[in-house]
């Protein structure tokens, strides 16, 4: 299991994320975009999620819900540009906090192999950044990375093996 770095600089608006995978790029490009994939692994385990809409093409809008005992938590977007492997670009709004909308960019770089994840989402002030910081947010990517490498391991375990790299 890899460790996700987290970097929020004091006095920027923006967060960097990377964590590597032992996955080949392919397999996480379509973990993040195939809805029945992403609703296996994106957020923490306590919630169950649900896709609502995940258009993954320029201008597509997506809205996802995750939802335990206590409510449900929504988050929407739209991508822009055209998502492929080489990178995906989207907005990324918590409906609980309306206005406070961020812009991220995730690359997927891949070595002998293995794919390192690089986000970096840029707010609309450090207060919002700040705010989603303090909400948990460390915890539930680290939680969702962990369900995504075991994920990883079980569509690498699918794959014939002359298609394993």
Do not use: C
């Not at 004091?10 to 960097?16: R, S, T, V």
């Not at 918590?94 to 986000?119: D, K, N």
């Amino acid at each position: 299991m890899g460790t996700t770095q987290i970097t929020a600089p004091p006095g920027q608006p923006f967060i960097e994320m990377s964590r590597e995978f032992d996955a080949p790029r392919e397999l996480l490009y379509r973990a993040h975009t195939d809805p029945d994939l992403l609703v296996r692994w994106l957020g923490p385990r306590k919630y169950e999620m649900i896709v609502e809409r995940y258009e993954v093409r320029d201008g597509g809008r997506y809205r996802y819900i995750h939802r335990d005992a206590n409510g449900e938590y929504a988050f929407h977007g739209v991508f822009h540009g055209d998502p492929s492997p080489d990178g995906i670009t989207q907005t990324f709004e918590f409906e609980g906090a309306p206005g406070h909308v961020s812009l991220e960019t995730m690359t997927l770089e891949e070595r002998a192999g293995r794919t390192t994840v690089r986000i970096h989402s840029v707010y609309q002030s450090v207060e919002a950044r700040d705010a989603m910081v303090e909400s948990g947010m460390a915890e539930g990517v680290n939680d969702g990375y962990a369900r995504l490498d075991d994920l990883l391991a079980e569509l690498s375990a699918r794959q014939p093996a002359a298609s394993r790299g």
